[in-house]
C-alpha cells in the first residue's frame, strides 16, 4: 500500500481501537480515495474492507455492505481463496444482522467451503463462519443443525483461547436444550 494510504489505515485502526469511529471514518475515506488513484487493487481492497468495519461499527449496514462487495469482487478476480472467505463471512454477517436470512446462508456456505478446504484456515476464522451460521440455523428453528454448529465453533473457540466464543456457545447450547425441553 503506498506509504500515505498505509499511514492513514494504521491511523484509522488507531482511532477504531480508541472508539472514535468517526474519525476513523474520515481517515479511511481519504485512505480509499489514494487507494483509488495508485490503481493497486489488493491496497484498495484492504482500505475499502476497513471501511466497511467502520460502517458496521456506526450501524451503517448498507454502506459496509457496499464496501464489502467492492473488497469481495477485487479478492476474487485475485484468486485469494482466504480473503475471499472472510470477506463473504462479512458479507452474511450483514445480512444477518439486517435479518436478510435468505441472503446470509448462502454466504456463510460458500466460507466455509473456501475454508474447510484449505489447510491454512484460520481456526478463529472458521470458527466466527460457523457461528454466523449457527446464529441463523437458531433463527431458523433449525435445532439440531444449530447445535452441532455450535459444539464446533466452541471446539475451534476453545482451540485458539477465546474464551467468550466458548462462553457464548455454551450459552447458546443451553437456550438450544431449553428450547427442546420446552417443545417436548
Not at 31 to 57: F, H, N, Y
Not at 58 to 71: N, S, T
Not at 72 to 96: N, S
Not at 109 to 137: F, M, S, V
Request: aromatic residues 4%; negative net charge; hydrophobic residues 40%.
Amino acid at each position: 500500500m503506498a506509504s500515505a494510504a498505509d499511514d492513514l489505515v494504521e491511523q484509522a485502526h488507531q482511532g477504531r481501537r480508541e472508539h472514535r469511529y468517526d474519525d476513523a471514518r474520515q481517515l479511511l475515506i481519504e485512505a480509499v480515495a489514494l487507494c483509488r488513484e495508485s490503481g493497486v487493487p489488493l491496497d484498495l481492497a484492504k482500505a475499502v474492507t476497513a471501511l466497511g468495519q467502520i460502517e458496521r461499527d456506526l450501524h451503517h449496514g448498507d454502506a459496509a455492505l457496499q464496501h464489502y462487495e467492492e473488497a469481495l469482487v477485487i479478492y476474487q478476480a485475485k484468486g485469494d481463496g482466504l480473503r475471499v472467505a472472510h470477506t463473504i463471512r462479512h458479507v452474511g454477517d450483514i445480512h444477518l444482522e439486517a435479518g436478510r436470512l435468505d441472503l446470509a446462508e448462502p454466504c456463510y456456505h460458500a466460507a466455509l467451503e473456501i475454508y474447510r478446504q484449505d489447510k491454512l484456515t484460520p481456526p478463529l476464522d472458521l470458527a466466527n463462519t460457523i457461528r454466523g451460521l449457527a446464529i441463523l440455523k437458531f433463527d431458523t428453528g433449525e435445532n439440531e443443525q444449530a447445535k452441532l454448529l455450535w459444539k464446533e465453533a466452541g471446539q475451534l473457540y476453545a482451540s485458539v483461547n477465546v474464551e467468550a466464543g466458548v462462553a457464548e456457545s455454551k450459552r447458546r447450547l443451553a437456550l438450544l436444550e431449553q428450547r427442546r425441553d420446552h417443545n417436548d
